[in-house]
């Protein structure tokens, strides 16, 4: 059974997989493609209006216009940005239980059992992009309110007819979401094995970059992105002194010290040589000692270097879903700046830089950081 409960402990893929479709050109397609989706909920006040007479009418046309809203909404969100996590689940789990309702209201159990084979979409959708919990209740829904079907069919005299239908609902609500997962946990776990620096165990550069994109996606409009660009200073000059098996170990170090003072949230990857880069999704863009925190966390771990450390943060409402990876490469050059300026005075110090005018991290201007203020 330890397969099972390493399945329902599984985390959620959604801010990962949302970084790499963003990475690889696929957000808008996806975005376009979910946004119809999504529109589809408005399939259940049209049947409720021009279809057959429904006991409870009132209730019946009441709650499928709130579906019809929720759908229209999560349409007009899904065109005009990636969602947040939550907002992906209530609209995953707003479309079960849709779907599901509409099914126990349907009066004919054949196409409400066929309605409940749609259960399979939003099962897919669950098991793409969040966890095992999730796919759990949405396959309850089915085998329930298919079971409820069964027996209106059993009790009509089609006992066989209700049994194949509900045969063929398990197969599409099985098959297709586990299907999905299996594949996408195989492409995780592939991209975690091909994405890690072999020797301190933290993300490469091209990982780092497309972890953060998928958290500033799903990040709620009122956080703030905040980024770190960690250099280790005389780094040259220990290798040169005490070989490279010192330079090596001090870089492991360093990680280890890294990860250890950062919060559970941040992602580390190391993007250089001896560089490294922190980025966590925080509640305000005014990052309190963050930078010599981690400069005291490095000069902890080993008494052989030092680092210096430049910050930036960003609003994520001014973050649009086609433009997060510009907007990232000019908040980490921003941060890059801040700490030249940090080693230019000497090293083992922090400096933060500090944005004019509305926050807006925009255009060659903020490139170079008129002022880097100290932490």
Partial sequence: MKWLADWWR??????????????????TNTRRLLSGLSASLLMWPVAVVWGPALPHPVLALALAGLAGVIGVSMAALWLVRWPTRRQSIVFAMTGSTTIAAASLWQVR???????CAGLAVTGGYVALFHNARYMAVNLLLAVAVGAV???????????????????????????????????????????????RDPLTGLMNRR?????????????????????????????????DSQGHAAGDQALVAAAHALTTVCQDSALAG???????????????????????????????????????????ALALRYVGSDDADQTLRRLIACADS????????GGNQARHHRRDGDGRVDGDRHLKPQRAERD
């Fill in 149 to 195: 079907q069964v027996v209106r069919l059993v009790n009509a005299g089609e006992p066989m007819l209700g049994i194949d239908a509900y045969l063929l609902v398990l197969e599409l609500n099985v098959i297709v979401p586990f299907a999905i997962q299996i594949v996408v946990r195989a492409l995780g776990v592939d991209l975690l094995r091909a994405n």
């Fill in 109 to 115: 159990p054949v196409v409400a059992l066929m309605a």
């Fill in 207 to 239: 990982a780092c970059n497309r972890a953060i994109i998928g958290r500033m996606l799903t990040s709620a409009d009122h956080m703030f992105l905040a980024v770190a660009m960690v250099d280790l200073d005389r780094f040259k000059a220990l290798n």
């Fill in 338 to 345: 801040a700490m030249y300026d940090a080693k230019r005075c």
């Fill in 10 to 27: 599984q985390p959620d893929h959604f801010d990962w997989l949302s970084g790499y479709l963003q990475a690889h050109g696929l957000g």
């Fill in 270 to 312: 190391r993007i250089g040589g001896e560089e490294f880069l922190i980025a966590d999704v925080v509640a305000t863009e005014h990052l309190t000692h963050w930078g010599q925190q981690l400069c005291d966390a490095i000069a902890a771990s080993t008494p052989r270097v030092t680092a210096s450390v430049g910050t930036a």
